[in-house]
């Protein structure tokens, strides 16, 4: 079992940055694809960003892509998600998942593990 705790939303002007982060215990996550997910009110949980096991491989959707950077620490057994030039739009819950796949995959079925997720409200 993972247990994944995000940490770090909260609320920011549009154009603000924040770092959100993701602790894991229970395992370590070296062999785990790590992803970002996130689901505004009334809208399907869609990935954001992902990773692959090594840190080798990164994923990005479209509306964040050269905003948003994700990274991983195995030591830490930590994965990051570093959020720049932030939009109204970008208002959500942001999720936390791990996938024993070792690729980095956009498919929410993919992830078998998942965080509460931190609440990202960016005012503008």
């Known amino acids: 079992q993972v247990q994944l705790v995000e940490s770090g939303g909260g609320l920011v002007q549009a154009g603000g940055s924040l770092r959100l982060s993701c602790a894991a215990s229970?395992?370590?996550?070296?062999?785990?694809?790590m992803g970002w997910f996130r689901q505004a009110p009334g809208k399907e949980r869609d990935i954001v960003a992902a990773i692959n096991w090594s840190g080798s491989f990164t994923y990005y959707a479209d509306s964040v892509k050269g905003r948003f950077t994700i990274s991983r620490d195995n030591a830490l057994n930590s994965v990051f998600l570093q959020m720049n030039s932030l939009k109204p739009e970008d208002t959500a819950v942001y999720f936390c998942?791990?996938?024993?796949?070792?690729?980095?995959?956009?498919?929410?079925?993919?992830?078998?593990?998942w965080g509460r997720g931190t609440q990202l409200t960016v005012s503008s």
């Open positions: 229970g395992r370590t996550i070296n062999n785990y694809s």
């Open positions: 998942a791990a996938t024993e796949s070792p690729l980095a995959s956009t498919a929410r079925a993919v992830y078998r593990y």
